[in-house]
């Protein structure tokens, strides 16, 4: 193995010639190994039609080079494979027992026994009625993401890319959210949100318009507060507990697409920075309108860039938990999947079994948007 | 634990120990709490403060600590009641604390605001309510709460259950011995319900701390709950001076006469897994049993005075007024139970657990009862505790 081409590895499989794995199938019979083995691909058609390349840049890995590819892949590959595998497998482990996270795992007395699926029986069944409330509550994350802040997001990078004065000015107002940290975010959006003597501007607006007389640029509107429905619902709405009450997950939710919105418009705005003009141009010759161009021609073809954002805002909801966190520990009514694993598992509470098993839930879930991903992205690769 | 009222105790410690070294470090309470289970595993100190009753108990019988019988057949063993001493024994009757502070589940106001609108202490829950209307007219939050951190409301739940049931039902029910379905957990939640419209809306969402604010901003009419001092303290001398506070009023039930409350008790443990604990067995041991003197305490006190020291033969001398009064309402109560948190198994009384619970109910009061006591139970059991 080690003399031979890497390629080699490929079966022989002659029928497969249109795949590139089975093109170097032909090669493999080849008994030449190392520098010279650049000859073997002498019959491939594609290759002798670019001479220049073919034979001096086209050859087979030499020695060397299989070890350094060997390095940089088996290295990470180890790490991947100890660090998140071993971690997945040990976590589906601990899921199964009852552990407390002292002593034996299983064998013992309460708190050291194999406790089968019970963990799971408890969480599916509502016997923990906390997992299906968070189970909820990151469903919400990720439709107001997906559907609420990605679309501004991506609006406010179509806005950006139509050549307005002081781009750079505003792409760096929408970026700087994304710069924080989401524990900083919490704590910005807690204060914009206190109800109490020390509230936020939006208590302030609210209780002001609903039960003062507002001046704006010197004009007073003594009829704000007067409104039937306007101004009851300045009065009812100011005073609300924000980030306690039974909806809370609304106004924390807002708090993250504060700085999704952001992340999503700078990565949609480097794509069409780098659109190409001329299918632009195409467009309005065949007489397209604005809206048209969009949804017809530049959306299809930011395709690559599109997954991308729906894989990052999938994974953006599944994993959100600084903000419940930092807002009330992710108690009720900010529970999620993540703040109930943290609780759980690494809490005063030390159920470690059944913390891993929310947590051996939410990496099954996570588990599919990644394969969507990864499918779609190899499927590409071939065509 | 206030970092230079410890440093105080320590230093007293040192001066009396020449040739002994004390290190202390200080972590933040809730990261501490947090981070409990893997610190004691690994690589603890020799001592820690660590809280009594269940708490203690639930890491004991994994084998963290160390029992400290011979500290307490020393001098300090005269120094506590049964009561203190049970607190800081474990399932295996073998002692592993040695109390240090605690303090007294009170309700909190501010004296001037009442005697200017003649408000009255209230010695029946029914005057309670009377008094909370008469505030609410006013325009004054009667009962303020802040539950964000999720334990503060707990306290409520204490107080309510060891009147209308009494300490040894609570007691039995924090234990598992009882039901959470049973009528008398029913009749607490009611009797809950009937004091919800004078409490301060929006609990959950608030710091205890700011609800205490309000107190000193005199928006807010009483509080249930410990420790208030500390936001009077800072708020200014004159502010601490107009401070008092009175033990919860009785039910008018047959377990009034106890006069029982939560009263925590915070103390010093012998960690087990500590590298240096086998070379410095003899110095943390007679440090326990300089910290379980009333002189030491006394000086810690002196220094954190919203907290009382544990010993009986601790120097009063410097206590200010509040601090006598608690000594007074603790000698007064027959029962004391440490605090839910710390009376119950850690893990029922979690953030996504009882806290949980509670925080559900007081924003939504009028929910279906039997349901929601029969989810805590279901919770309960599935716990194997």
Not at chain 1, 273 to 302: C, H, W, Y
Not at chain 1, 357 to 383: C, D, G, Y
Request: glycine share 8%; proline share 5%.
């Amino acid at each position: 193995m080690a003399d031979k081409p890497v390629t080699s590895a490929a079966p022989e499989q002659p029928g497969k010639s249109g795949l590139p794995g089975a093109a170097v199938t032909s090669a493999s019979g080849s008994r030449q190994a190392g520098r010279s083995g650049g000859s073997s691909f002498r019959d491939r058609a594609p290759f002798n039609r670019l001479p220049f390349i073919g034979r001096q840049r086209w050859h087979l890995l030499t020695r060397k080079d299989k070890l350094v590819l060997a390095v940089m892949v088996g290295i990470p590959l180890i790490f991947d494979l100890i660090l998140i595998w071993g971690s997945v497998l040990v976590d589906f482990f601990w899921s199964l027992t009852d552990w407390h996270g002292f002593g034996a795992m299983t064998g013992g007395g309460p708190s050291h026994q194999f406790v089968g699926l019970d963990n799971y029986t408890q969480l599916f069944s509502g016997t923990y009625p906390f997992f299906w409330t968070a189970v909820v509550h990151n469903i919400f994350w990720l439709a107001f993401l997906m559907f609420v802040a990605t679309p501004l997001g991506i609006l406010m990078a179509v806005i950006l890319d139509s050549k307005v004065k002081g781009l750079v000015i505003y792409r760096t107002v929408f970026y700087i959210p994304v710069v924080l940290s989401l524990a900083l975010i919490g704590i910005i959006w807690q204060l914009q949100y206190a109800p109490d003597s020390n509230r936020g501007w939006i208590d302030g607006v609210l209780s002001w318009l609903g039960y003062s007389h507002p001046v704006v640029f010197g004009i007073d509107i003594p009829f704000v507060k007067d409104i039937p429905l306007i101004g009851q619902w300045c009065r009812d709405v100011s005073h609300t507990d924000w980030v306690g009450g039974p909806l809370a997950i609304i106004p924390t939710v807002i708090a993250a697409s504060w700085r999704h919105v952001g992340y999503i418009t700078i990565l949609y705005l480097a794509g069409l920075q780098a659109f190409d003009p001329t299918l632009r141009e195409a467009a309005s010759i065949d007489g397209a309108n604005a809206r048209q161009t969009f949804f017809k021609v530049v959306f299809p073809v930011m395709k690559p860039i599109n997954v991308v954002i729906v894989v990052i805002t999938t994974i953006e909801a599944l994993r959100a938990f600084d903000l419940a966190y930092i807002t009330n520990g992710g108690r009720s009514p900010l529970e999620l999947l993540s703040t109930l694993i943290t609780n759980n598992a690494i809490s005063e509470s030390t159920r470690i079994g059944f913390g891993s098993a929310i947590a051996v839930v939410l990496a099954v879930v996570s588990l599919v948007p990644i394969v969507i991903f990864l499918a779609m992205t190899m499927r590409e690769e071939k065509q | 634990m206030p970092k230079q009222a410890l440093a105080a105790a320590v230093a007293a410690f040192q001066t009396a120990n020449s040739g002994v070294t004390v290190s202390i470090n200080t972590v933040d309470h809730t990261t501490f709490q947090n981070n409990i289970s893997s610190y004691l595993a690994a690589t603890p100190e020799d001592v820690i403060t660590w809280f009594s009753g269940y708490r203690m108990r639930a890491f004991v019988d994994q084998g963290l600590f160390t029992a400290i019988d011979d500290i307490w057949a020393g001098p300090i063993g005269s120094l506590y009641t049964d009561a203190v001493k049970t607190a800081c024994t474990a399932n295996d009757s073998k002692k592993y604390m040695v109390p240090f502070d605690t303090y007294a589940w009170t309700v909190y106001y501010v004296p001037s605001l009442w005697t200017k609108n003649g408000y009255t202490v209230p010695t029946t829950l029914d005057e309670l309510k009377t008094l909370a209307a008469k505030m609410q007219k006013d325009g004054i939050v009667p009962i303020g709460l802040g539950d964000k951190d999720g334990w503060p409301a707990m306290g409520h739940f204490d107080i309510i259950d060891l009147r209308e049931n009494g300490y040894q039902f609570h007691v039995d029910l924090m234990a598992g011995k009882k039901k959470w379905t049973d009528p008398g957990v029913v009749q607490v939640f009611n009797v809950w319900k009937g004091l919800l419209p004078f409490y301060q809306s929006g609990a959950a969402g608030r710091l205890w701390q700011d609800a205490a604010a309000g107190l000193v901003a005199k928006t807010t009419g009483m509080m249930l709950q410990p420790q208030v001092v500390q936001t009077f303290q800072a708020a200014g001398a004159a502010n601490l001076a107009d401070l008092d506070f009175f033990p919860w009023p009785h039910h008018g039930t047959q377990w009034d006469a106890e006069e029982a409350l939560d009263a925590p008790i915070d103390g010093f443990m012998l960690t087990a897994n500590s590298s240096t604990l086998a070379a410095d067995s003899a110095a943390a041991k007679a440090l326990l049993a300089f910290l379980g003197q009333g002189s030491t305490q006394g000086l810690y006190a002196k220094l954190s005075t919203d907290l009382i020291a544990v010993a009986n033969n601790a120097d009063q001398s410097s206590y200010t007024p509040l601090q006598k009064k608690q000594v007074t309402t603790l000698a007064a109560a027959k029962k004391l139970t440490q605090f839910m948190d710390r009376d119950t198994n850690p893990g029922f009384s979690g953030a996504n657990g009882m806290q949980g619970f509670l925080i559900d109910f007081l924003s939504n009061p009028n929910q279906d009862m039997t349901a929601f006591l029969k989810k805590i139970q279901s919770f309960w059991d599935s716990l194997g505790a």
